[in-house]
């Protein structure tokens, strides 16, 4: 027989997951990945600590692992993420006004020229806004105030003019004060003319929460002239059944589905064998890469459109 895969019915919009290469050495984890997703994010690979312990030794190769792993099975990358309050090396921390500037400016540049030609989209900045919508406290805000977003984007800009290039948040996928204050911000990014292309949507989601919005409230965003991504997504189960959470799965897919401009949809780690998530169950596959129903809710909400 021939099963049918989630890629296979990925038409209108991408269908991707965070990937690990720790985890390639376990056959089910690689068979899945591969199989079933045609975009992959590194979860950790990319992020400053990890591919730049110390000034200008980088450590390229878990994250080409994964980038080969995705030119082997035809799936597009999301690089994640170059500017974040988190995974700061100990040696950029200790740094301040202009050698900060500098230094963040050469990761950008090294990491993205490096990277250049495979990368569909970036995540530029990572979680800047505070639940309220204030500027989150953090090295780059607190040196830089907001000029660090703009130095960031044209600095991406300029290694690689062809990826997407993006702000990625949590929290933000109904209408509040944060969506809010990232809604202002892209508006006046755009008027400025940074290279802002999209806005990434985390969605770590769980069962009855998912907000009735989302799709307007996206749409609100790609009225801006930018793309929109689910960048993250995970439901946990929240006391619910499998059943339930595969109906929310469905709905988030549904929401992106219906906003022309939304490309694409990450799931933050297919199965809870390796989930962030420890708590709860949050992902469509379980830790025996058993099927939940959310695998075949999210395949016929794919089939849609
Ligand atoms: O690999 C090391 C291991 O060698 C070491 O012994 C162990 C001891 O702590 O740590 C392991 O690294 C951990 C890494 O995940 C891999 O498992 C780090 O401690 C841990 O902090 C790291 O957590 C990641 C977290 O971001 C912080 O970077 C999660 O895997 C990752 O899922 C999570 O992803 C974030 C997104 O990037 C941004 N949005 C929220 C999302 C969830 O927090």
Redesign the pocket.
């Known amino acids: 027989s021939i099963a049918a895969h989630l890629r296979d019915h990925a038409n209108k919009i991408y269908i991707g997951s965070?990937l690990?290469p720790?985890h390639f050495t376990d056959a089910q984890y690689s068979t899945i990945a591969a199989e079933e997703f045609n975009s992959l994010t590194p979860?950790?690979e990319m992020?400053w600590a990890n591919v730049e312990p110390s000034k200008g030794k980088y450590n390229y190769g878990p994250a080409e692992k994964l980038v080969e792993f995705a030119q082997q099975y035809d799936m597009i990358v999301r690089g994640?993420?170059l500017i974040?309050h988190?995974?700061v090396p100990d040696w950029v921390s200790v740094l301040s006004g202009d050698d900060l500037h500098e230094v963040m400016i050469d990761h950008i540049t090294t990491l993205v020229t490096h990277f250049k030609g495979s990368i569909y989209a970036w995540d530029v900045v990572?979680?800047i806004f505070n639940e309220d919508g204030s500027y989150r406290s953090s090295l780059w805000y607190n040196n830089f105030q907001t000029s660090f977003i703009a130095d960031a984007f044209q600095a991406a800009a300029a290694a690689d003019p062809s990826a997407k290039l993006y702000i990625?948040d949590?929290n933000v996928e109904y209408t509040n004060a944060k969506s809010n204050a990232l809604y202002n911000l892209v508006k006046e990014l755009k008027s400025q003319g940074v290279p802002i292309h999209g806005v990434g949507f985390?969605t770590?989601l769980a069962v009855g929460q998912i907000p009735s919005d989302f799709a307007t409230n996206l749409a609100r965003f790609t009225a801006l002239g930018v793309d929109v991504a689910i960048t993250?997504l995970d439901i946990k189960q929240n006391g619910q059944s499998q059943d339930a959470q595969a109906a929310a799965y469905s709905e988030v897919i549904k929401d992106c589905l219906s906003v022309n401009g939304c490309v694409g949809v990450t799931i933050?780690?297919f199965t809870d064998k390796y989930?962030?998530i420890s708590s709860d169950t949050a992902c469509p596959w379980d830790s025996n890469y058993q099927a939940k129903p959310a695998v075949a809710a999210i395949e016929a909400a794919l089939q849609l459109m």
């Open positions: 965070a690990a720790s979860e950790n992020k994640h993420t974040w988190q995974e990572n979680e990625n949590y985390q770590h993250e933050w780690g989930s962030w």
